[in-house]
């Protein structure tokens, strides 16, 4: 994920009260260093296991969902807002969330899209979902 887009998930992030969960991977602190607009010290975790992570917070009771298009995946605009701790998953922009992990997944949103891209940009898509999820939208 570039830093761009990293910084835009962080502000939306802060704007819905959320925290960022990311990756130790070697680019991710550079990135949401130069991404980061923010004033304050933002909400970052740092995950070293990004599958084992996405398990025990699914069996913490969180609700995981994973921003995907799937069979059976809810349309943004049916989205409930949440009502427990919830961690959105997103996947990259041409592959998608990885299939090991779609596995972790409890449900999926997706975001319809009428122009012919498959894809939101991540941090457009991000920004969407958790803005709904947030109730704001």
């Known amino acids: 994920m570039h830093g761009l887009n990293l910084g835009t998930l962080l502000r939306t992030c802060d704007a819905v009260g959320a925290c960022m969960a990311v990756p130790r991977l070697p680019w991710v602190p550079e990135a949401l260093r130069r991404g980061n607009t923010l004033r304050k010290p933002a909400c970052v975790h740092w995950v070293r296991e990004p599958l084992g992570w996405l398990a025990e917070r699914r069996a913490a009771g969180d609700h995981v969902l994973g921003v995907e298009l799937a069979e059976e ?14 961690v959105a998953v997103l996947g990259h922009e041409r592959d998608g969330i ?14 319809p899209m009428i122009g012919t891209g498959a894809s939101l940009n991540v941090a457009v898509a991000g920004s969407l979902v958790l803005y709904k999820l947030a109730g704001f939208a």
């Open 73 to 86: 995946a809810v349309r943004l605009a049916d989205l409930p807002m949440a009502r427990r701790p919830t």
């Open 98 to 111: 990885p299939p090991e992990a779609l596995d972790l997944l409890d449900a999926a949103v997706e975001i």
